[in-house]
């Protein structure tokens, strides 16, 4: 009986551990979704503070072309630093199209994406422009400062989860020099010290001048044509006419050889 009783008292106690573990493991599996939870919220917030496009590209694609261009917060002759292919972030100015003037916001569609699309012109850049995607832009605010400060707020994270963004806040050596004179302009426009750079931003009249000189040669060219023309036909009337005077000569010198022959 004692036996029994020990027995039971055993099973008893393995059911207990058994309990207990599961219970062990049921909260360890809760701490880990919790903190798989707090680092994914974390890393959102990680991103967003750094990259404040990000968040508003994503509802942007629940918004019409409209919507998406009323809803926009960027303005025209603001500055802005955009990135593109494999440079960094670079100082800019929202302009119009120079091909289509009215135009600087507009939203290019592929299948059921939208993004709003902003017009460009880069300091230091011989009048480069170009449409950038809104989300590979950033506001300018204080320039420089603001840059540097988003820059040191890059963690491990935000490297793994948006590379071609963290590499964007980093200037390479070779490209430094140019990227800190293109800073300096955007700087000297933003404080309104000196607004000369504006002046690579206006449209170029290298097509009409190049028209016009086209014009100018076809003219010059018709003239020569022309020139020419009158020249081999008062030529030909000088030929025509020394040979009838010289066929009138020996006609006179036939006639007169005729008449006092013997």
């Given at each position: 009986?004692?036996?029994?009783?020990?027995?039971?008292?055993?099973?008893?106690?393995?059911?207990?551990?058994?309990?207990?573990?599961?219970?062990?493991?049921d909260s360890a599996s809760e701490e880990s979704e919790s903190s798989n939870a707090d680092e994914s919220k974390n890393s959102s917030t990680d991103v967003s503070m750094v990259n404040d496009s990000r968040n508003s590209t994503l509802v942007n694609n629940a918004l019409s072309s409209e919507d998406l261009i009323k809803n926009s917060t960027w303005e025209l002759g603001t500055l802005a630093w955009a990135r593109m292919s494999i440079y960094p972030f670079w100082p800019c100015m929202i302009t119009h199209d120079p091909n289509s003037p009215m135009i600087y916001q507009k939203v290019q569609t592929v299948g059921k994406s939208k993004t709003l699309m902003i017009h460009v012109h880069f300091f230091n850049d011989n009048g480069r422009?170009?449409?950038?995607?809104?989300?590979?832009?950033?506001?300018?605010?204080?320039?420089?400062?603001?840059?540097?400060?988003?820059?040191?707020?890059?963690?491990d994270i935000i490297r793994k989860k948006e590379p071609k963004f963290a590499a964007a806040l980093t200037i390479k050596p070779n490209i430094y020099g140019t990227w800190q004179k293109a800073v300096a302009e955007a700087m000297?426009?933003?404080?309104?010290?000196d607004m000369s750079p504006l002046e690579n931003f206006k449209p170029r009249q290298k097509d009409s001048k190049t028209n016009a000189s086209n014009n100018n040669g076809a003219i010059k060219k018709r003239?020569?044509?022309?020139?020419?023309?009158k020249s081999a036909k008062k030529h030909l009337k000088q030929t025509d006419s020394n040979d009838d005077s010289r066929l009138s000569t020996n006609i006179l010198k036939y006639t007169t050889k005729e008449i006092f022959s013997p």
């Open positions: 009986m004692e036996h029994e009783e020990d027995e039971h008292s055993g099973e008893s106690s393995l059911e207990k551990h058994d309990e207990s573990m599961e219970l062990d493991e422009h170009s449409w950038i995607p809104s989300h590979h832009m950033l506001h300018f605010d204080n320039g420089i400062e603001d840059f540097r400060k988003r820059a040191s707020l890059v963690t000297d426009v933003l404080y309104e010290i003239k020569r044509k022309d020139d020419d023309t």
